[in-house]
């Protein structure tokens, strides 16, 4: 960063935290939060065995020279005297890269070859506004103006179309990804989610007689959405007995408060109740490091990977159904600033997990030289689109990939197995 | 048998949707208040006022600790008496209990319209114990005069200081962080990506906080606000072409050209144009009343009462009768009023705390939004099924008449049934439906009841059992309930 200026911003997710102390206030300001999609198929409760992608967002601009650490480059060590993390420290360096050690939990997982380290990573231009980038991420179909996103076209492709397409938990709000045509829902769990007296032998069947016939018009999005809501009333029950459950097989979500622990616990209830779920997302906040990137990064990641090892110990045999990819509206700088942080930059990494995935590190490496730089900052070798495509392709033979990223032009890096 | 009284409907539709546009939602006073006046034009003349309104201002007194200075609010929240949390809440829930009890309505409700525009998160660390005075100080007296006026409070502001790290910008280093989202969210928007050639760079965005360097906010000290010119970027910039001199030490007066030069920008009265024909029209309002209330803008010189004349008068208006859905915050606030709830208090466990709850649980705890762009105004995307089972579940514990609430008074069965004995069933439901929506009942409402009540539509309640305070109470709880969980309902 230039010494002039002071790229710092909001930190939003510092924002939410506080935010969060308010009990009772807290609807809109999880830090972790996730949206479900495709969550129930049109064959009600019969249990399914479809494969289910989690997209793990996390907000804010994660530091992936920090996660996935370039060792061997010194331009790495010069830019960031203070906050580089030590080559001795590194998890499974290979020549090139190695992880930071918060991502110890997981060494499991990589050891089995069941998570790929992808860097170099991001968007075909650079953008570094939180919002715009984050839209732009989400809607992933840059040559139209319609706001319907890829998570949403995904959803499209397949057969069911059912009223359940997408649900996020814990904001009434869809992000952008979500958004579109397909129907989606929102809540902050799977509990209270009945009509009134839904409990009630004698007065909960009115009730839903009373309601159906007031929400009869599908031609409106109020009509559309009140019988949505009133399959959501069947289905959830279901999936709330199994949350009530609390985690299987001895999977412990650390830390206990953890937000997106709650999250994932959720979302691996939802799997497990076999309704039938497609594509989850989760959102994790707290990324946009402007200042001590250090201990900052190293509690998150650490967070990240207690609660992804939680989550494929709690699913249990429906582990080989799952896999998650991590997203970020950007990478940071190279060089760090004046408070130990690193401001808003361009290529990042990406990282998948559990089924279908090939382990290891895989890059169209740009190097950090200076004449490879954009701006000053890490460059994009591979659009994260195409990260996205390899898993649809390998895990969802029935989506389109053209529908649902058009006009990529596809390359694969080979971290998915075919399916 | 007698004639019903208040089966029929006190205002005209037309007036209606005036009504739910621009209020937090209809009740029998209200109705009144407007038939006091030649037409529903008229009582929103009147309500451009802006007249004394001591109910509304009455909440703030439940607030104690809103009272505090912003040093005194920071010391409670270094000690950890009260954190900034704390004020926060504190903040959500006036400003919910002022939206129910307001005689000011549309005040209100462009008090709402513009702190979402100019939106300052509730509760945020660097911004909190200056939150009450940013709405009562820069947004509130500005709500119904001009948009440079309240652009030209809200940017200077110590609150907006704070959240968008203006206090860090200065002469020696530049903070761009309020110098764009000056452009981007509340003026002229952020380009079109696949714009050729963008109407602002990079470079504007700098020169754009260089003009704001100056002000100065001791944020996690004290948080006392001032102006010191030698933190103030002093030389000629140039932001979309325009330049600007800034040659004195003290930029003040440099920065309010600029803020005025903005606010005036054709961009500028688009975009404002845009968000409030989003708000009050719909969520994909026509082109043609976006240009007419922008032309407004431009021509009154930013005048926000003449461009709501404007949006009111023109046809799409009156097309896009109920094309808006309530948000989760409105609809709680509708729901309140629609069942005439008085609050007379806000402590611990009172229905300020519960309905402000609600408000979360259905989705929108207030003023939580995160970002500085503000909860969407695009109202169908608060549609989700999730919300709509809360939100019917959250009217059927509101609509009954049974139940005592804390700190807040509701009308007993016997003031809500007609005095008339026998009852037609029909008749009860058209009565209830007008005191608490100003529309008679649907069909669909009136058969919905018929299933809830199990009895047929013709029935008329004449037995003196039917008569008698709780069971009379449980018919008005279920009747109550599907006027509340009609679609018609939720909108507006």
Request: proline share 6%; net charge neutral.
């Amino acid at each position: 960063m230039s010494d002039l200026h002071d790229d710092s911003c909001v930190d939003y997710g510092l924002t939410r935290r506080n935010l969060l102390r308010s009990a009772g206030l807290v609807g809109m300001a999880g830090v972790a939060t996730s949206m479900f999609g495709q969550v129930l198929t049109s064959t009600a409760f019969g249990a399914t065995n479809e494969n289910i992608l989690v997209v793990l967002s996390l907000r804010g601009g994660a530091d992936g020279l920090s996660m996935l650490v370039p060792h061997a480059e010194s331009a790495y060590y010069a830019a960031r005297p203070n906050v580089a993390v030590a080559k001795n420290t590194l998890l499974a360096p290979d020549n090139t890269f190695g992880l930071h050690p918060a991502f110890a939990p997981l060494a499991d997982l990589w050891t089995a070859g069941k998570m790929a380290a992808i860097h170099a990573v991001g968007m075909p231009v650079p953008n570094r506004s939180h919002f715009e980038a984050m839209e732009l991420l989400e809607d992933a179909d840059a040559g139209s103006a319609e706001r319907v996103g890829w998570l949403n076209r995904m959803i499209g492709c397949f057969a069911s179309n059912d009223v359940f397409d997408g649900v996020q938990v814990g904001t009434t709000v869809m992000p952008t990804s979500l958004i579109g045509p397909e129907p989606s829902f929102a809540t902050s769990d799977f509990e209270s989610l009945s009509v009134p007296w839904g409990d009630n032998a004698e007065i909960g069947p009115k009730v839903r007689t009373a309601l159906a016939s007031m929400y009869k018009d599908a031609g409106s999005v109020i009509g559309r959405t009140g019988q949505d809501a009133l399959v959501l009333d069947k289905r959830a029950g279901a999936i709330a007995a199994i949350e009530k459950q609390g985690p299987q097989n001895g999977a412990k979500y650390e830390p206990s408060y953890s937000e997106l622990g709650q999250a994932l616990a959720s979302s691996a209830a939802l799997i497990k109740s076999g309704v039938g779920v497609r594509a989850i997302a989760v959102d994790f906040g707290g990324w946009d490091h402007h200042v001590d990137v250090s201990w900052r990064i190293a509690s998150q990641i650490k967070e990240m990977a207690n609660c992804l090892k939680a989550f494929f110990q709690d699913l249990g045999p429906h582990a080989s159904r799952v896999t998650v990819v991590t997203l970020s509206e950007f990478g940071r700088r190279l060089e760090q600033n004046g408070a130990a942080g690193v401001d808003h930059g361009y290529g990042n990494a990406v990282f998948a997990f559990g089924a279908g995935v090939k382990g290891g590190y895989y890059a169209n490496w740009p190097t950090l030289s200076g004449s490879n730089l954009r701006d000053g900052d890490l460059n994009v070798t591979t659009d994260y689109r195409n990260v996205l495509s390899e898993i649809l392709e390998a895990r969802f033979p029935s989506v389109g990939v053209g529908t649902v990223f058009p006009g990529l032009t596809r390359n694969n890096l080979g971290f998915m197995s075919p399916y | 048998m007698a004639t019903v009284p208040g089966t029929q409907p006190l205002l005209p539709e037309s007036a209606q949707q005036v009504v739910r546009r621009f209020t937090f939602g209809y009740n029998s006073r209200l109705a009144a208040q407007v038939l006091r006046h030649r037409d529903v034009y008229a009582w929103l003349e009147d309500q451009f006022q802006v007249n004394p309104d001591p109910d509304a201002n009455a909440t703030l007194n439940w607030f104690p600790r809103l009272g505090d200075s912003p040093a005194t609010a920071w010391s409670m929240a270094q000690s950890g008496k009260y954190g900034g949390w704390q004020y926060g809440n504190d903040f959500a829930m006036y400003s919910v209990a002022r939206r129910v009890a307001a005689t000011n309505q549309v005040h209100e409700m462009m008090v709402d319209f513009w702190s979402n525009l100019l939106h300052i998160p509730v509760g945020e660390d660097s911004s909190f114990p200056w939150r009450l005075d940013y709405d009562a100080k820069a947004i509130r007296p500005n709500a119904l005069t001009s948009y440079k006026q309240l652009l030209n409070a809200a940017v200077v502001h110590p609150a907006m200081s704070g959240f968008l790290t203006n206090y860090r910008n200065t002469a020696q280093k530049i903070n761009e962080n309020l110098g764009r989202e000056l452009l981007e969210l509340y003026t002229v928007g952020r380009p079109d990506p696949k714009a050729a050639q963008p109407h602002y760079s990079e470079d504007d965005v700098k020169n754009s906080a260089r003009l704001l360097t100056g002000f100065t906010v001791k944020v996690f000290d004290g948080f006392a606000a001032g102006y010191d010119p030698k933190l103030h970027y002093v030389g000629p910039v140039t932001i979309m072409g325009q330049t600007f001199t800034n040659s004195a030490a003290d930029g003040r007066a440099e920065l309010t050209r600029y803020l005025n030069w903005l606010a005036v920008h054709p961009r500028t009265a688009k975009r404002i144009a845009a968000r409030l024909c989003a708000r009050f029209v719909s969520d994909d309002a026509p082109q043609s009343v976006i240009d007419a209330v922008a032309q407004t803008y431009l021509d009154s010189d930013t005048d926000i009462k003449s461009c709501l004349r404007t949006l009111i008068a023109h046809p799409a208006f009156k097309a896009s009768a109920m094309q808006k859905a309530r948000t989760p915050i409105e609809d709680v606030i509708a729901a309140e009023r629609a069942c005439d709830i008085t609050h007379t208090g806000a402590g611990s466990d009172s229905r300020v705390e519960n309905i402000a709850w609600f408000c979360s649980w259905t989705g929108q705890a207030p003023f939580s939004w995160p970002r500085p762009d503000g909860f969407p105004e695009k109202s169908d995307t608060y549609l989700s099924p999730a919300r709509m089972l809360r939100s019917w579940t959250h009217h059927t514990w509101t609509a009954g008449p049974n139940g005592q609430l804390k700190q807040a008074e509701r009308p007993t069965s016997r003031e809500l049934s007609p005095p008339v004995w026998p009852l037609p069933l029909a008749d009860l439901i058209h009565h209830q439906a007008v005191m608490m929506t100003g529309r008679r009942a649907t069909d669909d409402v009136v058969s919905a009841v018929a299933t809830l009540v199990d009895k047929k539509i013709s029935h008329v309640f004449k037995y003196d059992w039917e008569k008698k305070n709780d069971h009379m109470a449980w018919m008005l709880t279920l009747i109550r309930t599907a006027i509340l969980n009609a679609p018609e309902a939720m909108l507006r």
